[in-house]
Nanobody, 115 residues
Framework: QVQLAESGGGLVQPGGSLKLSCIASESFSNIDYMAWYRQAPGKRRDLVAF???????KYVDSVKGRFTISTDNAKNTVYLQMNSLKPEDTAVYYC?????????WGQGTQVTVSP
């Protein structure tokens, strides 16, 4: 079982930046891919970005050019650098790991974009 722990959320003004981190309990060499999802109040949980050696790196259209997903394999950590934040980016952000057919989730970290 993969354990995930996110950090880095907070309150930021529109146009600002935040960097989320997610530490996994095991090596990424054992994991198919890592991803970030987000869930706004009253809405479903949606994919933001994913990255993996066998699947490449992809972003949803709404964050392309603003968000960057990256990994530090030595630290078993995946990051989400978020720039030019907008109020509509406000959500709880979840780290996800796919290993074989199983999905693992972190507890989530709140990101609020507001003046």
């Amino acid at each position: 079982q993969v354990q995930l722990a996110e950090s880095g959320g907070g309150l930021v003004q529109p146009g600002g930046s935040l960097k989320l981190s997610c530490i996994a309990s095991e090596s990424f060499s054992n994991i198919d891919y890592m991803a970030w999802y987000r869930q706004a109040p009253g809405k479903r949980r949606d994919l933001v970005a994913f990255t993996g050696s066998g699947v490449g790196t992809k972003y949803v259209d709404s964050v392309k050019g603003r968000f960057t997903i990256s990994t530090d394999n030595a630290k078993n950590t995946v990051y989400l650098q978020m720039n030019s934040l907008k109020p509509e980016d406000t959500a709880v952000y979840y780290c996800n790991a796919r290993k074989h057919v199983d999905d693992y989730w972190g507890q989530g970290t709140q990101v609020t974009v507001s003046p």
